[in-house]
């Protein structure tokens, strides 16, 4: 059974370019393993991360998070089984906060700043869904 399970959660503290990269890198490389498919946006210290995949591999990559000393205030914002993978190119793509992206954060906001915990299931497939076919990724 596939699901996608999507989450925010808070920077624990600053993360620099390095960090950054590094987390993307291990979760290519883990997700891959798993078969676990994706998108994490990084936005002014929030991580907002849609993943999909099988419901266990999803599942232990979650509690994975949940023990991640640079998560805090972890929450799962959907849940749904769905019948196919959206990111079936990326093992994990990152949309960070670049200029270009801008406008797409801000389009789902309730507020000047992006605040993924405030967004309704419908807003958060409607941004997804506009991810998938405006963003400027960062490799």
């Known amino acids: 059974m596939l699901i996608q399970l999507t989450y925010a959660s808070r920077a624990s503290r600053v993360l ?3 960090d950054v990269k590094d987390i993307l890198a291990a979760s290519q490389r883990n997700n891959a393993r798993a078969g676990v498919t994706g998108a994490l946006c990084l936005n002014h210290g929030i991580f907002l991360q849609q993943l999909e995949g099988d ?3 999803v599942n232990a990559l979650y509690h994975r ?3 991640d000393s640079r998560h805090k205030d972890t929450a799962v914002l959907d849940f749904a089984e769905i019948p196919h993978r959206r990111f079936s190119s990326w093992s994990m793509g990152l949309l960070g906060s670049v200029e270009a992206n801008r406008q797409l954060f801000l389009k789902y906001s309730s507020s000047a700043e992006f605040d993924p915990f405030s967004m309704s299931t419908l807003t958060l497939r409607s941004f997804f869904d ?3 076919q405006n963003v400027r ?3």
Do not use: H
Request: net charge neutral; no cysteine.
């Open 137 to 139: 990724w960062l490799e």
């Open 65 to 67: 998070l949940l023990k």
């Open 55 to 57: 419901r266990a591999a």
């Open 16 to 18: 620099g370019p390095a």
């Open 130 to 132: 506009e991810v998938l």
